[in-house]
């Protein structure tokens, strides 16, 4: 089974810096789509950033130029480092794939990680 574990959430000051983590089982081949995903109480999920199966990224407007997606193929491990960090980023991130695409324009993402709560502090 494919499985996703993120680490590396918790609780920062605002200004302040986190590296997410989410590490892949279950799988071997690694040109596929990921991303980072996050859902505040009361608001919608939405996508924080993606990166595609031959290593090209995207990024909501609320996080670029604070936050970095990446990927090691080698560990099979996806990343998402966050600095800057304001209250307003506060919420559950969850990591998710689409193992059956390289690239992400019509993932469907059905392969979810159990989510790690981030929490900015003012």
């Known amino acids: 089974q494919v499985q996703l574990v993120e680490s590396g959430g918790g609780s920062v000051q605002a200004g302040g810096s986190l590296r997410l983590s989410c590490a892949v089982s279950?799988?071997?081949?690694?040109?596929?789509?990921m991303g980072w995903f996050r859902q505040a109480p009361g608001k919608e999920r939405e996508a924080v950033a993606t990166?595609?199966?031959?290593?090209?990224?995207s990024y909501a407007d609320s996080v670029k130029d604070r936050f970095t997606i990446s990927r090691d193929n080698a560990e099979n491990t996806l990343y998402l480092q966050m600095n800057s960090l304001k209250p307003e980023d506060t919420a559950m991130y969850y990591c998710?794939?689409?193992?059956?695409?390289?690239?992400?324009?019509?993932?469907?993402?059905?392969?979810w990680g159990q989510g790690i709560q981030v929490t900015v502090s003012s």
């Open positions: 990166i595609n199966g031959y290593g090209s990224t």
């Open positions: 998710a794939a689409d193992i059956r695409l390289a690239f992400c324009g019509r993932a469907q993402y059905n392969t």
């Open positions: 279950g799988v071997t081949y690694n040109r596929y789509c």
